[in-house]
């Protein structure tokens, strides 16, 4: 819905004292880029526009008149320009301010910011025929000096406490930490994430914080961020959280999480319900669980084929990858239970892996094994003169190596 805020709106509400209106009043137009209206810039010179402790308003009241005329107008790009203006003068006015009474604004003005630096730089692509994401990476800068103005209040945080003139800026933490994921992870600037885990965990903020959503959702890119670091013990823990506390009705973020969790939970020997995978839709991930449990290669290796581009844009690829080898190690076992020797041929072995259709001598069957055995996903040796894998003949295939504690 378009904003129609006019200067006495604005003034009217920086005297009302309510924080959350005037965060709602501050929410810019939604923008169309692909509009044809027709827009000139509009500079608006408001003055004596004060809150009620008399501090002046009137730049940040005339930068959000522009950038919201903009916002309506489409053009993304002034829009912008205007904003990042606006939100370096509220940072400014932020720290100065007692309290966090303006917590629930910096929210609005980082949410906008971010908002309109992405439609801005898509609208420069459609223009120049590139996307730098230049004003992505400026709309990074704001957001860290206001996540800095929130951190460095010297005032104790306490959970669940009103906002007041004596409370502490750190309940506007993790909000924007939140956001700042949102960014590296669209900039592909991962190593940046660290810059933000370490203060907010050693405050323990990530626990302390009121909304139980900015809780869900930093866990969400903790997960994330340790999946791409092959931490895969804490991206469960982190992704399991996220999940189990993850509102009952947010079917589209439970969703997203089980987009990562899944993939975690098949390298760590976990194999997701048929049920799960369809009620929440993803259909993609039902063969490859079922060829995992089944050994089947073929069809493994054909449904990684098949959404190779919807497992590479998520970046789960090279982790659907790895459970390869725990198909290997369940086609192998059943090898085993239909010979009912302790003694496999690699002729029997590698007839298996042919009929799946995969051609390999004998020399890469030794080595698949070689990699099983080293795992500890099978328990033996491999007699290279013999040519025969020797398994123990106590629990040759441990579950334990496969589920991981």
Known sequence: MTNSVTAKDLRSVLRSNDPYRLASTFTLSPTNINSNNSYSLKHYNQRNITDANGEDWSPIVNSFLEANDASKAGDAIQ?????????????????KVPGNTLVPLLHTICQNTYQV???????????????????????????????????????EYTSNAPLSENGSKKAGVLYIVNLLFSMYFRLNTLRLCKNLLRPVETRNLHKLGDNMGDKVTYRYYVGRLHMFEDNYKEAEENLDYALLHCHKNATSNKKRILNYLIPVKLERGRLPTVKLLEKYNLKEYVPLVTAIRRGDLRQFNDTLLKH????????????????????????FKRVFVIMGTHQLPLDNVANALKWLGMEIDLDEVECILSNLIFKKYVKGYISHSMRVLVLSKKDPFPIDAVVKK
């Open 79 to 95: 829009s912008f320009t205007s904003h990042s203006a606006l939100h370096s003068k509220f940072n400014h006015i932020f720290s």
């Open 117 to 155: 630096a992405i439609l801005a730089d898509d609208q420069n692509a459609m223009q120049t025929g590139r996307n730098d994401r230049a004003r992505l990476q400026s709309a990074v800068t704001l957001l860290q000096e206001s996540f800095s103005k929130t951190l460095n209040d010297r005032k």
């Open 308 to 331: 190779q581009d919807k497992f590479i844009q998520r970046g789960t690829y090279l982790l659907l990858e790895k459970c390869k080898t725990v198909c290997h190690r369940n086609l």
